[in-house]
């Protein structure tokens, strides 16, 4: 371990001072040497303020949760503005999106009563309701969006087919949408794994001509490393863990790792797991440089994230 990171700053801890009118920037600022959780959510917006000031390339992961919470918001501004240039998401994670650009949901609690609300057809991720007319119309309307993309093209990557949907779509509302029209790759490293998956699979029965090609995709986003890493410096805004974590890691492992790199979840280490594994875990497997800047934030995405990008000037230029 590198001496210093061990040791630390040897800074003094200085206590917050909130006053009338303070800004988030200024908030975020006094975190670097107050201790705890804080800290490194300091550290985390001076990497990303150094990762803007290199004119790094960014990629952003997250997976279903972040896409129904109200965090998508921020997502989809970040996608607008071209803030982010790519994406690497679960599937869960296009579903929600799809779904919430045209229909609402609504905020619930933690304590409901699960078997009532699935006789109401009430979905529940966490403390927010999915009333199934959501994705019984994200069903209706993926269908007839793959009959369009199918009359023009028979094979594509699951990258390509992301791309075809978000410009079939008809609502801004949507990360989606926005990427297809700003050239911002979506790399969905487990399509079939969610509500999209299973009407590509139906209607793959219906139409065995029609292929998406899962490897192509693999290949897009390591050569999408590559052609970064080439560029200039490359890093990762990573909330959350699972399959789109791992995807985000790996595609920079044959580029020399990632050179910035933050994590924010609320997952454990210490059962071996991805989704808890640190970034300092990372450098191990080379999906990390070795010297990169990097720092692991163990709190609520839904909380950190937006603290990060209102204290970043980089996101309002």
């Known amino acids: 371990m590198d001496e210093q990171k061990s040791l630390g700053s040897g800074d003094q801890v200085h206590d917050i001072r909130i006053v009338n009118g303070i800004t988030v920037k200024d908030l975020v600022g006094q975190f670097r040497n107050s201790g705890f959780q804080t800290h490194n959510i300091g550290v985390a917006a001076d990497i990303l303020g150094e990762m803007a000031e290199n004119n790094a390339t960014i990629f952003l992961s997250f997976t279903?949760?972040?896409?129904?919470?109200?965090?998508?918001?921020?997502?989809?501004?970040?996608?607008?503005?071209?803030?982010?240039?790519?994406?690497?998401?679960?599937?869960?994670?296009?579903?929600?999106?799809i779904?919430?650009?045209?229909?609402?949901?609504?905020?619930?609690?933690?304590?409901?009563d699960d078997a009532q609300l699935g006789r109401q057809g009430i979905n529940r991720m966490g403390n927010i309701f999915v009333p199934n007319e959501c994705y019984e119309q994200l069903e209706e309307n993926i269908t007839a969006i793959l009959s369009k993309i199918h009359s023009a093209m028979k094979e594509l990557s699951v990258t390509e087919l992301l791309k075809q949907i978000g410009l079939h779509m008809a609502s801004e509302n949507s990360f989606v949408y926005?990427?297809?029209?700003?050239?911002?790759?979506?790399?969905?490293?487990?399509?079939?794994?969610?509500?999209?998956?299973?009407?590509?699979?139906?209607?793959?029965?219906?139409?065995p001509d029609f292929?998406?090609?899962?490897?192509?995709?693999?290949?897009?986003?390591?050569?999408?490393?590559?052609?970064?890493?080439?560029?200039?410096?490359?890093?990762?805004?990573?909330?959350?863990?699972?399959?789109?974590?791992?995807?985000?890691?790996?595609?920079?492992?044959?580029?020399?790792?990632?050179?910035y790199?933050?994590?924010?979840?609320?997952?454990?280490?210490?059962?071996?797991?991805?989704?808890?594994?640190?970034?300092?875990?990372?450098?191990?497997?080379?999906?990390?440089?070795?010297?990169?800047?990097?720092?692991?934030?163990?709190?609520?995405?839904?909380?950190?994230?937006?603290?990060?990008?209102?204290?970043?000037?980089?996101?309002?230029?």
């Open 64 to 97: 279903s949760n972040i896409a129904a919470s109200g965090i998508r918001g921020i997502i989809i501004d970040l996608v607008k503005r071209k803030k982010v240039h790519a994406l690497v998401v679960s599937s869960g994670a296009l579903d929600e999106d």
């Open 99 to 112: 779904s919430r650009s045209e229909h609402a949901y609504l905020q619930g609690t933690f304590e409901a």
């Open 178 to 207: 926005h990427a297809a029209r700003n050239g911002i790759p979506i790399f969905c490293p487990g399509i079939t794994d969610g509500a999209i998956g299973l009407q590509l699979a139906f209607f793959q029965q219906t139409h």
């Open 211 to 259: 292929e998406v090609n899962e490897l192509k995709s693999a290949i897009e986003a390591l050569d999408f490393a590559m052609v970064a890493k080439k560029k200039g410096k490359v890093g990762a805004i990573i909330l959350g863990g699972g399959i789109a974590k791992h995807h985000t890691i790996i595609a920079n492992i044959l580029s020399g790792g990632l050179d």
């Open 261 to 317: 790199a933050i994590y924010i979840n609320s997952s454990s280490p210490y059962h071996g797991s991805l989704s808890g594994a640190t970034t300092s875990e990372a450098k191990s497997w080379g999906k990390i440089g070795e010297n990169a800047k990097d720092v692991t934030i163990y709190g609520d995405a839904s909380v950190v994230f937006p603290l990060l990008v209102a204290s970043t000037d980089y996101f309002f230029e």
